[in-house]
């Protein structure tokens, strides 16, 4: 298994964790009343779970839906990161945002790379 596919897991399965946990876990709805933002939880929950869908099935499917699972789940962790900063959290409850942009941009980049090669 190479690393793109060890990352697209990686990051799907996180995904899948956290777009469930948007709607079941009870300290995931007060993060996001701390946040400012309970009423944007349910949408935040459905991409998340819609992007790690993506990336699975853009991984054998369709490099396609895969790149715009990518970008969008690495936008949706840098406005997590902007949104980690307005609230003043530490570097440390900010990071874990800023190193999924990363991955998911990355694995955007490998989905265009196999799109266009």
């Not at 990051?11 to 996001?32: N, R, T």
């Not at 369709?62 to 406005?79: C, D, F, H, K, Y």
Request: with cysteine.
């Amino acid at each position: 298994m190479d690393i793109t596919t060890v990352a697209v897991f990686f990051s799907a399965l996180s995904f899948f964790f956290f777009g469930i946990a948007c709607f079941v876990d009870g300290g995931m709805k007060s993060e996001y009343i701390r946040y400012g933002l309970s009423r944007q939880r349910p949408l935040v929950g459905i991409l998340q779970l819609m992007g790690g869908v993506g990336l699975i099935a853009g991984h054998w499917f369709l490099p396609t839906l895969g790149l715009v699972s990518a970008i969008g789940l690495s936008l949706l962790m840098v406005l997590g990161f902007g949104v980690r900063l307005k609230i003043r959290d530490g570097f440390w409850q900010s990071f874990p945002s800023m190193a999924y942009a990363i991955l998911n941009l990355y694995l955007a980049l490998r989905f265009y790379n196999e799109i266009i090669c």
